[in-house]
């Protein structure tokens, strides 16, 4: 049974806000870059970096966008690829697709200004009802309790909830008791605080495995740890299995030492970063090596890079071109949409937005080509 409003016990009620304010205040996080100001443009900035992303992680990402970016109207003037290539590495591309996009409605319709409640700020792209929740608390003030996947765990805990969080009925369940949990009375000082809070209590002490309950602000509330077994909160159905598909990427290189890349497709793996063609197979490519004997491939070793559900097996292959074919034409082979691509030299491709791993590859690439003709 899920838990509902009327179901949050008295002393939870009561105790919960206050409990986490005061913990927040003493034990919580102080030392993160986005902290300490009410600037809506740095804390949406961070709040969508962080979205299923630790905070080691996001550091570097943060310091370099804002010296790059340092007003939602700089953002909004650059190109996306500009932005992509910013973004490379830290995964989930919609996400800085939906920044930009963002930034650019902000500019367009509110002259720079973020709109000062969660409402309206959760129509903008890419902002959530969770994350418009954040920005209205911490920059504005307002009630309104957040909701990420760390805070769904506290609070299954916490009320012992049997629902799945990631059902829309269970998500509605936690929503209403989230925001029942805060007072009418929450100053706007209170609301920074217990928003910060939730976060740091669900990513340093209610962790997803080892939940550190002797310094847990709300044990003596949580029914989870009086079960003897918070970890089996939150319920959740069996994940569907790991799968694997393997790609082959045939990266064509002229005599200047030009790459062919493409764009990806809008939406998928990789959605709209820049990548050799992508076969399902290598057989394909193998064929037409065999009927193309003056290209020169080299086949390094396949590698797998790992996604949220799947694990990609790619195998990189350099097709060295023929000086004969140095048209600016894309190559006739396999996967090669010329409508959807352009010859780049090394030092263009690795400024564009690329896949974490096809970005290694060629830096690596460039690298030895340099190595190479130095000697």
Request: hydrophobic share 45%; with cysteine; charged share 20%.
């Amino acid at each position: 049974m899920n838990t509902g409003v009327a179901d949050i016990p008295a002393a939870v009620r009561a105790q919960f806000f206050a409990r986490v304010v005061a913990w927040q205040r003493a034990y919580g996080r102080h030392d993160l870059p986005w902290q300490g100001t009410r600037d809506p443009y740095r804390v949406w900035l961070s709040e969508i970096m962080l979205q299923q992303t630790q905070v080691r992680t996001v550091l570097g990402y943060y310091a370099r966008f804002l010296q790059r970016f340092p007003t939602v109207q700089a953002l909004a003037d650059a190109s996306l690829d500009e932005v992509l290539a910013l973004w490379s590495g830290l995964g989930y591309y919609s996400r800085a697709r939906h920044l930009h996009a963002c930034a650019r409605v902000v500019v367009a319709q509110y002259g720079g200004r973020f709109p000062a409640g969660a409402e309206a700020l959760a129509t903008l792209p890419g902002i959530g009802t969770s994350t418009a929740a954040a920005i209205a608390a911490f920059c504005f003030g307002e009630r309104r309790s957040i909701l990420d996947g760390n805070v769904r765990r506290v609070l299954s805990r916490v009320l012992a909830d049997a629902g799945d969080p990631a059902r829309a009925a269970a998500q509605r369940g936690l929503w209403a008791a989230a925001q029942a949990l805060v007072p009418p009375e929450a100053a706007p000082d209170d609301m920074a605080a217990y928003t910060q809070g939730l976060m740091d209590l669900g990513a340093t002490v209610c962790t997803r495995s080892r939940p550190r309950c002797d310094a847990c602000p709300v044990a003596a509330l949580c029914a989870g740890r009086a079960s003897g077994d918070p970890t089996a909160w939150p319920r959740r159905a069996p994940r569907a299995a790991r799968r694997t598909e393997a790609w082959c990427l045939p990266l064509y290189q002229r005599a200047d030492g030009a790459w062919w890349l493409q764009r990806r497709p809008p939406r998928g793996i990789w959605a709209g970063l820049w990548a050799p063609p992508v076969l399902a197979a290598a057989e394909g490519l193998a064929s037409w090596l065999q009927d193309h004997p003056g290209v020169r491939a080299d086949w390094p070793a396949a590698f797998t890079h790992a996604l949220t559900h799947r694990d990609l097996r790619l195998q990189p292959v350099v097709c060295r071109l023929p000086c004969g074919s140095d048209a600016s034409t894309a190559p006739s082979a396999p996967g090669v949409e010329p409508d959807q691509g352009a010859w780049c030299l090394p030092s263009e491709a690795l400024a564009l937005g690329l896949p974490a791993p096809v970005r290694v590859w060629l830096q690596n690439l460039a690298s030895d080509s340099r190595i190479s003709s130095s000697r």
